[in-house]
């Protein structure tokens, strides 16, 4: 009996303990350029953990830049918050999946420390360029791509790489046989003998004298209802219509960044004190606020010289009303000077490839993809459609009850980015999938609708802006109740106020209110006068 019950008792204390676990866990899946990868964290883990548990995991020492984004049921967009719990930022449930984004383009590529970094940012300025979001003329566009053919391949070899060879690659939304025929000869010609480091650090060079480098585009409409693309830079804030830009301010010249409801305002101040605004509408409030959100981080990342400096932004003028947030981390001019050290501390010593630890987990996938397509050459690459740097944006799915599958790659054997999931892997509509590093199907499982989690936060908006209104509000009435008093006590001598003091109703506050009040304020201040001498 006796080593029947201790049995029981430890089933029942496994069960409770199993369940402790399951409880107070969250599994996460995190997509990223080199693949995919699962954790599980507590549920009160913090954004910063789970960063430092990738960044550890890929080695990455200069992580400043990056960052990891989520999209929410509602396809809205956002960056997980480090200070802030994970579990109460996601409206879905778990398990959630991320990615790992490059979140502040590098001003110089040159100076980053680590190859891994640059290989990092050259994977997203190589997405950016196939998503259409880098846009460039025609001869520049053969460059960056005969960059991204030399590093994918190598050296041009007449016996591995017949006529067409560059077909198989699809460095851009839509181009022709001339580009294609261009990309070859630079390739044959130009770029012999560099290597795949040294062809991803010319690629990003080229990428980064180009006006949309870094842009990362928030629908929105102008005052006139005309579709514009906001973004911000290293270099500022800019406005795309159609195939070109419209507006570009330095970050010394934009003052303030505010967003009320779906409407997004830009202030700044541009040569001879002239000061303008920019007025654009979001589609959503939540995108508004996401868009306002971006360009404080943007502009005290790229703008302030120290993390000292940043302070905490209101997104309005009244401070009962509206949002407030803080930018937490370095900013730029501390992340290029340490960048800077490092590099003259190691001029003298022998170079060693920051990422050979590495290797195992982060390989170099040289894929091919098939299916060019077709289309006449022209100034821009993205020719004859219009721009639409949006197309990328769409939602990252989340998988729910996953079921294993067996392997199936991708139609042209690339791997397939989290945004191109629901728009090209042909996923049934109510299901999700996720992709490995070789670009084969890891799980498949269906999606449960989430509550209306929206109406809850705006309902909570709203009491919290009333019971503001209401405070203020009877701050003001004390405030203005005290003056009163002060006026009606004093020997001023003016007629309303005479008029108040024969009441009979300031009598009865003045004989049995006031003058107690007073008598006992003057006998504690003559209380703690004596107690102060004696001392």
């Known amino acids: ?15 409770c303990h199993a369940l402790h676990y399951r409880f107070h866990s969250i599994s996460y899946s995190l997509h ?15 954004g910063q953990y789970l960063f430092d548990l990738i960044c550890h995991h890929l080695n990455l020492l200069e992580k400043d830049y990056f960052g990891i984004r989520y999209v929410d049921p509602d396809k809205q967009r956002h960056w997980l918050g480090f200070t802030k719990c994970i579990a109460k930022q996601m409206k879905s449930q778990p398990p959630f999946t991320m990615c790992l984004r490059v979140k502040f383009y590098p001003p110089d ?13 050259f994977l997203q300025i190589k997405r950016d360029l196939y998503h259409g979001r880098l846009l460039c003329k025609t001869s520049d566009a053969a460059m960056l791509a005969a960059y991204i053919l030399q590093a994918e391949v190598g050296d041009y070899d007449p016996g591995k790489h017949p006529e067409g060879y560059s077909s198989k690659f699809q460095f851009f939304p839509k181009h022709s046989e001339k580009l294609e025929r261009r990309i070859s000869d630079i390739h044959k010609t130009e770029l012999i003998g560099q290597t795949p480091e040294e062809s991803e650090l010319n690629f990003l060079q080229k990428a980064q004298e180009l006006e949309t480098y870094g842009v990362d585009p928030h629908p929105c409409k102008d005052v006139s209802g005309n579709p514009a693309f906001l973004a911000f830079t290293p270099f500022g804030f800019t406005v795309l219509q159609g195939n070109r830009r419209v507006h570009f301010l330095n970050w010394d010249e934009v003052t303030k960044l505010k967003f009320e409801a779906k409407t997004f305002h830009i202030y700044a101040n541009q040569k001879e004190d002239k000061k303008i605004i920019l007025t654009y509408f979001a589609p959503t409030p939540e995108a508004c606020k996401h868009l306002w959100k971006c360009g404080v981080e943007n502009q005290a990342f790229y703008k302030l010289d120290k993390s000292s400096q940043v302070r905490t932004v209101s997104s309005s003028n009244l401070f009962f009303k509206g949002s407030r947030f803080r930018y937490s981390g370095r900013v730029a001019k501390e992340v290029m000077e340490q960048s800077l050290e490092s ?8 170079p060693v490839r920051s990422v050979s630890h590495g290797d195992s987990f982060m390989p170099r996938h040289r894929h091919h993809t098939t299916d060019a397509g077709e289309g006449g050459s022209s100034q821009r690459v993205i020719s004859d459609e219009a721009y639409c740097p949006s197309d990328s944006v769409l939602p990252t799915p989340t998988a729910e009850h996953s079921l294993e599958l067996a392997v199936a790659r991708h139609p042209n054997g690339a791997p397939c980015s989290i945004e191109e999931e ?23 499982g269906r999606t449960r609708k989430s509550l209306p989690n929206n109406e809850v936060q705006e309902l909570h908006k709203f009491i919290l802006s009333v019971l503001r209104m209401f405070l203020v509000t009877m701050g003001l009435l004390f405030a203005l109740l005290s003056l009163l008093i002060m006026l009606t006590e004093s020997d001023l001598d003016i007629a309303f106020l005479r008029d108040i003091r024969k009441t009979p109703e300031f009598q009865q506050f003045h004989f049995e209110y006031f003058c107690p009040l007073r008598r006992w304020v003057a006998c504690k201040f003559r209380w703690m006068g004596g107690f102060l001498i004696d001392k």
Request: include cysteine.
């Open 422 to 444: 629901e728009s090209e892997a042909g996923t049934p509509e109510g299901q999700v999938a996720e992709f490995g590093p070789d670009g084969g199907v890891l799980r498949l």
């Open 1 to 15: 009996d006796h080593s029947i019950c201790h049995a029981l008792h430890y089933r029942f204390h496994s069960i």
């Open 109 to 121: 590529p040159a100076a980053l420390k680590e190859e891994i970094t640059r290989y990092l940012v």
């Open 343 to 350: 590099l003259r501390d190691s001029a003298h010593s022998t």
């Open 32 to 46: 990223c350029t080199a693949g995919l990868f699962s954790y599980v964290l507590q549920r009160d883990a913090k």
